[in-house]
């Protein structure tokens, strides 16, 4: 599997924003969808965001309108840009990429974690009131 070095996490207070952002090695970026999921402590992990490989968009509702999700295929990068953060966005932050794959996949697809084969290491986010 791909290496992945995950960066960004960090405190802040409510209504701030923070970047957290993967970087991949290898050379199927480009042909992957990418994900983002977070993990609260006694919750199990649940789906953030989405980009399909041709360029489809998935959130998860608790986050529209705040997080915006990117990626740069020659850079073979992952972002996801948090705006407008809550207490119960804290959690750690995992990126994660799938096995080479279609143009589509629906967002139930990609909201399953099962759909990916490398995964970060984890960042924390943490937004006090």
């Known amino acids: 599997q791909a290496q992945v070095t995950e960066s960004g996490g960090g405190t802040v207070q409510a209504g701030e924003s923070l970047r957290v952002s993967c970087a991949f090695s290898?050379?199927?970026?480009?042909?992957?969808?990418v994900g983002w999921f977070r993990q609260a402590p006694g919750k199990e992990r649940e789906f953030v965001a989405a980009?399909?490989?041709?360029?489809?968009?998935y959130y998860a509702d608790s986050v529209k309108g705040r997080f915006t999700i990117s990626r740069d295929n020659a850079k073979k990068t992952l972002s996801l840009q948090m705006n407008s953060l809550q207490p119960d966005d804290t959690a750690r932050y995992y990126c994660?990429?799938?096995?080479?794959?279609?143009?589509?996949?629906?967002?139930?697809?990609?909201?399953?974690?099962?759909?990916?084969?490398?995964w970060g290491q984890g960042t924390q986010v943490t937004v006090s009131s």
């Open positions: 290898g050379r199927t970026f480009g042909d992957t969808a």
């Open positions: 980009i399909s490989r041709g360029g489809e968009i």
């Open positions: 994660a990429k799938t096995p080479r794959i279609a143009y589509y996949a629906s967002k139930d697809y990609l909201s399953n974690q099962n759909a990916y084969d490398t």
